[in-house]
């Protein structure tokens, strides 16, 4: 089968049996006297046998305890792991169930002589094991008791006078109080006489006073039953209590009166508060431990009770939060355990699913679930002796069994390890998956079950989303449902089931959805034929979400999904999932063959492929011209040169206004986008200018031509040519102008018009001879062709470069002087004040020339005086001690410091050039060649005395820098260091 995976195994429920009574096993108990304490275990757990089932619900281990041979255990009680024995002789043990070998040991009989101890006959140990209440019986049969703090040591014992006189059977500690450890807070106590005292113990019995007497009596009528459980908690503010004895109950439940003084309980067991009361039938005749009460939990709000009565232990829930107003019933789904009568129990316990009873030679374990005994094991009486009691405590929920000389602690080996099978025999599936958890078989098992329950029961959709999640055969599951005739249980079925496969099961995964779409297109056909649309609508929305799933679209094979749909001429859906898968051409391809273009250009402008633009545009802009070209607008991505071939059959295929041509109104968007800086593409602007050239009017085509005549991205000689075609001679003059082709464009212009010449005429500025060609061109087509000498003139006027005579040439012998005499004239006028003005200039330059000889004659006289004082102004040496220079300025310089100080602000030609010279005159020396040295040396000092570097144009450029070079700082601000020693003499 393609769906092996679930056919893993047949883990269909069969039930097993709960209880065998015909097999027996044996549990062998360690013993200190190398023998064994082995008891026959008449009943085995229930549940299917397994490793761990083998093992009893309960096991019993003997605790070490030494106990003195000559005396007996009277009495035990458990809290907190800590162990508290009352013996025979008097003496408390105390010890840990973690380290039993340490023992503390006190005998009560020397803490008060006037008490003569018979026996201790009663423990009670607070949750905390911090409170300790011995009840003694004297030798003269009264009751007394003590108290013991073990915070502070066992040793520190208290008689609690006040307490005298009664036998406590039962106590009620506060386990809710705050505070002081050192002292117990309010708690109730139950004497044997049917009374309820509250009291409070500090370091002594700080009161203790009656609040209740139950009023019951013995089935002789004459004494009152004695109170042998007693269990006080907080209910939000309320408290409840809960009072039993061997055949009554009481539960009470309220708001306690504000007291100033104790008791501060009393009002608690008012009538009116009392919210259940039980009696049972049977005697209360000195019934060992009819009557006792345990709660469940011990330590925490309790939730369930059972009461060990004369004619069975009665279990019940107890629900405080979900009673009505009104309502006084506080516990729910009581029943009577009944068990073995032919000997007396002498404890009980409670677990959360268990009630351990125990018997004077045996302990038996009943399951609250089924209320059947699961576990029914012996004890070896000749060895152990007969059972005592049964003590649990409350903290760690351990479970002891006592003889008068040894202990036994009932442990519980996985409780709730068949919890679940037991619930799934109840039909209780929600608390069977809640135990089962952790193990998948169990799980399938409840989940298989529920599934066929509700199958028979009629919920097929329930049963069909549980199947999905168990083990059980596919095929068979699925031939189930088809059985049943419910293809929306098998639907739903096949759903969960595919979101439940791993994804390597890609085969499988494939034809789930193959199969599910079969049937959803077969459920929706079958709607529409019974014309039921309104179950229609929602399935299909329902098919149409599992389409859009994601398993969905990677399983599905597109294909065969395609021809299903297509079968069944469900052409909304076919659309839906072709965009789904994102199909978009057979998307668009389906809208073109439907003539609904409009809705083709929506689906082409949603999806991501731009090659589909290329591909339906040729079609779509002749049906869609508008909606096209927005669509494609709106995509950056697009490159606008291949749309060309769309735009080409658009043109030929329609007859379009120039004002409802979309091409051009395309190609204008993209040349002038603004976040693109314009489109630059040769191929765009050709093909706008050929479209431009076909329009009627010139407006747009100049306009073009106009805007990109600085930098035109078109092809000027493929404009010329269609525009040649075209027979647009304007434009043609704006294209040789681009071109530079000013003499074509004047000589075009003029065949056009004159005010056209004469603008491109200006335009070569830079060429002054080509200029004034293009405008004595002008002026003869404007004498020889129209012959109008008054716009000639006006020629002359607006070009300044000219003159009549430049004109005169072109006009013809007869015409007369008169017409333009006044620009005659006037270019005579200004030949005259040119000369004048180079006459002018003629005498300032003699007037210079003059001047400058005078000047030099002047210069070879003068002379400067240098006195023996005079300094270098670079170095500060006497300017004598070696060759100098003196300026006009009057500063003067050592010629070695002069060139030092000039040589970084020369440039680099002139340091080059200094370098040459050095090595010429250097030559010239070795040569001998003293007039050379003469000559190289002059041309050195005209290098380096060209300027005077304090008042010349160095100094000038300088002027930024600091006084003091960087390079020099350092030295120059260790120069102004006043030292140590010198200071100190200052």
């Given amino acids: 089968s393609l769906f092996d995976q679930f056919n893993d195994e047949d883990d269909r429920y069969k039930p097993s049996r709960v209880l065998s009574y015909a097999s027996e096993s044996v549990s062998e108990m360690p013993s200190a006297f190398g023998g064994s304490f082995g008891g026959r275990d008449t009943g085995t757990t229930y549940g299917e046998a397994a490793p761990e089932q083998d093992v009893a619900l309960f096991q019993r281990k003997r605790l070490d305890v030494q106990i003195p041979p000559e005396h007996t255990i009277d009495c035990f009680v458990a809290s907190c792991n800590t162990l508290i024995f009352g013996l025979s002789n008097g003496h408390l043990l105390k010890t840990s169930a973690d380290q039993i070998s340490a023992v503390e040991d006190v005998d009560l009989t020397k803490v008060d002589k006037s008490v003569k101890i018979q026996r201790i006959k009663r423990l009670f140990l607070d949750h905390k094991a911090i409170h300790l209440l011995i009840i003694i019986q004297t030798l003269d049969g009264q009751y007394e008791s003590m108290y013991i703090n073990l915070q502070q040591g066992l040793g520190r014992q208290t008689v609690l006078k006040k307490f005298k006189g009664h036998d406590i059977t039962a106590v009620a500690w506060n386990i809710f109080r705050e505070g002081d450890e050192r002292a117990t807070k309010e708690f109730l106590l139950g004497t044997s006489m049917g009374l309820v005292f509250e009291a409070e113990i500090d370091k002594s ?140 129990a002498i404890g009980i316990a409670l677990t959360e699913f268990h009630v351990v009873l125990l018997f004077s030679d045996r302990f038996q374990v009943i399951c609250l679930i089924n209320d059947k005994q699961v576990m029914n094991q012996t004890f070896q009486t000749k060895r152990v002796g007969e059972m005592v009691g049964l003590a649990v405590d409350p903290v760690m929920e351990s479970i002891y069994a006592y003889s008068t000389k040894y202990v036994f602690k009932l442990e519980a080996s996985n409780e709730t390890r068949d919890v679940w099978q037991l619930y799934l025999e109840k039909n209780q599936f929600e608390d069977a998956l809640k135990y089962a958890q952790g193990n998948p078989a169990h799980i399938d098992k409840v989940l298989t079950c529920q599934a066929d329950n509700m199958f028979q029961a009629g919920d097929v959709m329930g049963a069909a989303a549980l199947l999905a999640k168990t083990k059980r055969s596919f095929e068979e599951v699925c031939l189930k449902f088809i059985e049943a005739k419910n293809t929306d249980a098998l639907r739903l079925y096949l759903q969960r089931k595919l979101a439940a496969l791993p994804a390597r099961d890609q085969m499988q995964a494939t034809m789930i959805c193959t199969w599910l779409v079969e049937i959803f297109l077969n459920s929706m056909n079958a709607l529409k034929e019974e014309n039921n649309m309104e179950l229609y609508g929602p399935l299909q929305q329902e098919f149409r979400d599992f389409l859009k799933m994601d398993r969905v679209k990677r399983s599905v094979d597109q294909q065969t999904a395609y021809d299903l749909i297509a079968s069944h001429g469900n052409v909304d859906d076919l659309v839906f999932f072709a965009e789904l898968v994102q199909d978009f051409e057979r998307v668009i391809q389906h809208f073109i063959q439907q003539g609904e273009y409009k809705r083709a250009v929506e689906v082409l402008a949603k999806q991501p492929n731009v090659s589909l633009f290329y591909r339906f545009a040729p079609i779509l802009m002749h049906a869609a011209d508008k909606e096209t070209v927005k669509a494609c607008l709106r995509r950056p991505d697009i490159e606008p040169r291949l749309l060309i071939p769309a735009f080409i059959r658009y043109q030929q295929n329609r007859i379009v206004s120039e004002a409802n041509n979309m091409a051009i109104y395309y190609l204008e968007q993209v040349i002038h986008d603004e976040n693109s800086k314009g489109n630059r593409d040769p191929a765009i602007h050709n093909y706008l200018l050929s479209l431009y050239c076909k329009l009627p009017s010139d407006q747009k085509l100049l306009a073009f031509l106009a805007e990109h005549a600085e930098s035109p991205y078109y092809d000027a000689q493929y404009a010329l040519r269609l525009c040649t075609q075209e027979g647009k001679r304007r434009a043609c003059v704006q294209i040789y102008s681009t071109m530079n082709l000013f003499e074509e464009a004047v000589d075009l212009a003029l065949t056009v018009d004159v005010d056209l010449a004469r603008a491109n005429a200006n335009k070569p500025e830079h060429d002054i001879e080509l200029s004034k060609k293009l405008w004595l061109r002008i002026a003869r087509h404007v004498i020889e062709k129209e012959q109008d000498v008054k716009k000639a003139m006006m020629v002359l006027q607006e070009c300044k470069l000219l003159k009549i005579e430049d004109i005169l040439p072109f006009f013809p012998d007869f015409v007369t002087i008169d017409a333009f005499q006044a620009d005659i004239v006037k270019s005579l006028e200004d030949y005259n004040n040119d000369i004048e003005q180079l006459r002018q200039k003629m005498d300032g330059a003699t007037n210079s020339a003059r001047i400058i000889r005078e000047e030099i004659a002047e210069l070879r006289n003068k002379f400067g005086v240098v006195s023996g004082t005079d300094t270098c102004g670079a170095c500060g040496f006497p300017l004598l001690t070696r060759a100098f220079f003196l300026f006009p300025c009057r500063h003067s310089f050592h010629t070695d410091c002069l060139r030092k100080a000039v040589s970084p602000h020369l440039s680099l030609a002139q340091q080059k050039r200094v370098q040459r010279l050095t090595i010429q005159m250097r030559e010239a020396q070795e040569m001998g060649s003293a007039s050379q040295v003469m000559q190289l040396k002059g041309d050195l000092d005209d290098i380096f005395t060209d300027d005077c570097i304090m008042c010349g144009d160095i100094m000038i450029r300088t002027i930024d820098e600091p006084f003091v070079p960087a390079n020099e700082m350092d030295a120059y601000i260790q120069s102004w260091h006043v030292h140590g020693s010198a200071h100190a003499r200052m």
């Fill in 205 to 344: 019995d700080k009161y203790f006073k009656q609040v209740s007497s139950l009023g019951v009596y013995r089935s002789d009528g004459k004494r009152p039953e004695p109170i042998t459980g007693l269990r006080m908690e907080h209910v939000r503010r309320q408290i409840f209590v809960m009072a039993t004895t061997p055949r009554h109950s009481f539960l009470y439940l309220a708001v306690p009166e504000q007291q100033e003084a104790p008791p501060f309980l009393a009002s608690v067991f008012a009538k009116e508060n009392l919210v259940a009361n039980h009696e049972m039938p049977g005697s209360s005749q000195g019934e060992a431990a009819q009557g006792d009460l345990v709660l469940y939990p011990v330590e925490l709000f309790p939730t369930s009770f059972v009461w060990l009565t004369g004619a069975g232990a009665l279990c019940g829930q107890l629900d405080f939060y979900r009673r009505l107003p009104g309502e006084h019933k506080a516990s729910a789904q009581e029943r009577l355990l009944h068990f073995d009568s032919s000997s007396r």
